[in-house]
């Protein structure tokens, strides 16, 4: 079921998310929705389930400390 929704957005913005749904032949409230799962599919998750994600990832074979995980984040592979 869908839900009608109603929002304010700067002009601007909502010219470049007209013409940008515009040239992909979609619809604004597709390219909208399509944006607000993708920004909750990121950011959804409680700070224990994103730690235990950390752990699980920094754990065996990895072993990585935090400080070694920030090392490897913060290189920069194309200087090399």
């Known amino acids: 079921m869908r839900k ?3 929002t304010a957005i700067e002009e601007t913005v909502f010219r ?3 013409v940008h749904a515009a040239q992909r032949g979609r619809s604004v409230s597709d390219v909208v929705e399509e944006s607000i799962s993708s920004y909750l599919a ?16 920094t754990s ?7 400080e070694q995980l920030d090392v ?8 090399q």
């Open 4 to 6: 009608k929704i109603g």
């Open 16 to 18: 470049r998310l007209r």
């Open 42 to 57: 990121i950011h959804e998750g409680s700070a224990d389930e994103r730690m235990a994600a950390f752990e699980r990832f």
């Open 60 to 66: 065996r074979p990895f072993g990585l400390s935090p």
């Open 72 to 79: 490897i984040l913060e290189e920069d592979s194309l200087d």
